[in-house]
């Protein structure tokens, strides 16, 4: 850490009361160690700092993690104003990081869908300091924004991914990009005016994590239309993501029983491409679905050569539901 970004994070420290939350989601790639060192220099320098080393439930490795909702991830080292901004939004100095002059607050309020956002940097950029305290500024007004911030040259290959040539580079949902500086009204305008049927899986992931599975569903009943995303998460290899998953369709089920039945074939797709622990939760979606087509497919599990627990808990479902034979 240079001297001048000593002086910055001594400086916010003045202003600051009470304790300062920080996460690091570490792994042991070159850029990940240089995060893990800038993160220990910061609680050195930092007595009020906490640092939360490897918190639950992170995807996005290596990160810094920081924000009042913590959805704030910085895949870098930040220096300069960039550092002056992302310890703004750590140490919640609104006063400092807000973008309540140029956001509605009417926007806000419509927002039912999470915005996942990322923005791609350089610390010698001009501009980026300015894209980066606008993304952070409507991080730290609604838990429902999530940006992730890369440094490009720090992370080639993430940016070589998603076809990055210059930089700021915004990009929504992996849908929408901006080059160069964007008003957040005009990221807000499309978040809101989007088909919520084309959310990603990890935008319907963030739904459900935050308990709200019947507020999913109820998208679904609105939109008349099951979520791909839905699919993708029923057979996601992590047990807490089919879980949430599964409750929504509980709920699907319970609230527009004919919308669930679509999900009858696209579930019995993915069961056949699915390892044994994920088509055990099959089953039983496909016996929540309960109409001839699923009871049917339940039916090929049984006569298929399968795991053994599988074609059990098929039977089972059958039994349970009294459609067996």
């Known amino acids: 850490m240079s001297p001048e970004d000593r002086e910055i994070v001594i400086g916010l420290l003045r202003e600051t009361a009470g304790p ?40 996005v490795r290596p990160s810094l993690i920081t924000g009042r909702f913590a959805n704030i991830y910085f895949q870098g080292v930040p220096s300069g104003q960039i550092l002056r ?4 939004a750590a140490f919640a100095t609104a006063k400092a990081i807000s973008c309540q002059d140029e956001l509605r607050a009417e926007m806000l309020r419509k927002m039912e869908t999470p915005l996942h956002l990322k923005l791609y940097i350089g610390q010698k950029c001009p501009f980026c300091p300015t894209m980066v305290k606008r993304l952070l500024g409507l991080a730290t007004s609604t838990p429902l924004a999530r940006v992730t911030i890369i440094e490009a040259a720090a992370f080639p290959h993430l940016a070589a991914r998603d076809g990055i040539r210059s930089v700021p580079h915004t990009i929504l949902d992996k849908r929408f990009e901006w080059t160069g500086l ?34 999913a569903a109820e998208m679904m009943i609105r939109s008349k239309k099951i979520f791909p995303a839905l699919i993708d998460l029923l057979v996601d290899q992590r047990w807490p993501v089919r879980l949430g998953a599964m409750v929504a369709v509980e709920y699907l089920v319970s609230g527009a029983p004919r919308l669930a039945e679509e999900l009858s074939q696209p579930v019995w797709q993915r069961f056949q491409e699915s390892e044994e ?12 679905i309960g109409t001839p087509e699923a009871r049917q497919h339940l039916r090929r599990v049984i006569q298929s050569s399968g795991s053994r627990q599988v074609r059990e808990a098929a039977m089972e479902v059958l039994a349970e539901t009294g459609k067996a034979g």
């Open 20 to 59: 300062v939350k920080i996460g690091l989601a570490s792994d042991e790639s070159r850029a990940g160690v240089l995060m893990s060192d800038f993160a220990r220099q910061l609680t050195a320098l930092a007595p009020n700092l906490r640092l939360q080393e490897d918190p639950d439930r992170v995807s």
């Open 85 to 88: 901004n992302f310890l703004s």
């Open 182 to 215: 964007v008003e957040t009204n005009e990221i807000l305008k499309l978040g809101i005016s989007r088909d919520p049927a084309d959310m990603s899986p990890a935008c319907l992931r963030q739904i459900l994590e935050d308990g709200k599975a019947a507020q």
């Open 277 to 288: 622990q994920i088509k055990g939760d099959l089953v039983y979606i496909l016996g929540l």
